[in-house]
Nanobody, 126 residues
Framework: QVRMVESGGGLVQTGDSLRLSCAAS????????MGWFRQAPGKEREFVAA????????YYATSVKGRFTISRDNAANTVALQMNSLRPEDTAVYYC???????????????????WGQGTQVTVSS
């Protein structure tokens, strides 16, 4: 079991940057694959980015590749999402998630993730 709390969301303009943070509890944080997902009103929760246990393998959705960066600090039990060049279509509630393990396409699938934070709102105005 791992508990997570997201922070860093807010209201920004097109082209601005935000850095989201996810603080996790537990001494076994480093054993989890960590992901970021987002959900806009009326839409399904979609994959944004994920990383393996030591941060050496990274996965990004095509829509954010080149703009967003996921990173983790296992010593601090945190995972971050740096978001640059934000667009209105990035507006959503962003969730931090943890999976015991994943492989291949499973790392992109929300059903793979067992634990979720409460979410933080990101709003990008045009």
């Amino acid at each position: 079991q791992v508990r997570m709390v997201e922070s860093g969301g807010g209201l920004v303009q097109t082209g601005d940057s935000l850095r989201l943070s996810c603080a996790a509890s537990g001494r076994t944080f480093s054993t989890y694959y960590m992901g970021w997902f987002r959900q806009a009103p009326g839409k399904e929760r979609e994959f944004v980015a994920a990383t393996n246990r030591n941060g050496g393998i990274i996965y990004y959705a095509t829509s954010v590749k080149g703009r967003f960066t996921i990173s983790r600090d296992n010593a601090a039990n945190t995972v971050a999402l740096q978001m640059n060049s934000l667009r209105p279509e990035d507006t959503a509630v962003y969730y931090c998630a943890a999976a015991d393990s994943c492989s291949g396409g499973g790392c992109y699938d929300r059903r793979t993730y067992d634990y979720w934070g409460q979410g933080t709102q990101v709003t990008v105005s045009s």
